[in-house]
């Protein structure tokens, strides 16, 4: 079945804790993205990459790191969480940037206290 | 600025009721657009494309209005499943740029 695959699906953890929630599609697509989810502001663009080691900050970086090393896989790195980061996030993958649309993972619900 | 502008509803309509969704969007290099669904704490799902021709599918229209910038959806009788939250998109090339939202609920 083609998807993304997004690990974990719900994390608790504390401010400053180094975290890595996996991303993985298995539609062999060039570009992958992830966003974040919060109320009354909608779903935004952290970071994407058009394919393998080519990566670009989206409207929201600040506080996170990913890396593109297979194309398969598109980490997202907090490597100090803070509470603002509490947040749905969305991995979502295509074949075209985008021009068909996304293929969403079913999101992460991360809480950083 | 890149935005996309949606009314948040909530739309509450009776089942078989027809409901309509617009949607504005600013940047006139938008290079394609869609309508997505999202229930509640779920991920976006790909309802429909948007074409200037408009199109149809079911009981879903969509209409596309590039010299307005202006995207419309038209929900025919209404079922419970329609309910949930409808996303207007369009894409730049390098992002999806999502509108926040409509929430329709259908009630019996």
């Known amino acids: 079945e083609a998807q993304v695959t997004q690990n974990p699906r719900y994390l608790i953890t504390v401010t400053g804790k180094k975290l890595t929630v996996t991303c993985s599609q298995n539609?062999?697509?060039?570009?992958m993205s992830w966003y974040r989810q919060d109320p009354g502001l909608g779903l935004r663009q952290i970071y994407y990459?058009?394919?393998?080691?080519?990566?670009d900050k989206g409207d929201v970086p600040e506080g996170y790191k990913v890396s593109r090393k297979e194309k398969r896989n598109f980490p997202l790195i907090l490597e100090s969480p803070s509470p603002n980061q509490t947040s749905l996030y969305f991995c979502?993958?295509?074949?075209?940037?985008?021009?068909?649309?996304?293929?969403f993972g079913s999101g992460t619900r991360l809480t950083v206290v | 600025r890149k935005e996309v502008e949606q009314d948040p509803g909530p739309f509450n309509v009776p089942e078989g009721a027809t409901v309509a969704f617009n949607c504005t969007y600013s940047?006139?290099?938008?290079?394609?657009f869609f309508w997505y669904r999202q229930d509640c704490r779920k991920e976006p799902k790909l309802l429909m494309s948007?074409?200037?021709s408009g199109n149809e599918d079911g009981r879903f229209t969509a209409q596309l209005n590039r010299a307005s910038q202006y995207i419309s959806l038209l929900i025919r009788d209404s079922k419970l499943s329609d309910s949930a939250t409808y996303l207007c998109?369009?894409?730049?090339?390098?992002?999806?740029?999502f509108g926040k939202g409509t929430t329709l609920s259908v009630s019996s």
């Open positions: 998109v369009v894409n730049l090339g390098t992002a999806l740029i």
């Open positions: 948007v074409y200037s």
């Open positions: 979502a993958s295509s074949s075209t940037a985008g021009f068909y649309g996304y293929t």
């Open positions: 990459s058009m394919n393998v080691e080519v990566t």
């Open positions: 539609m062999n697509h060039e570009y």
């Open positions: 940047n006139s290099a938008s290079q394609s």
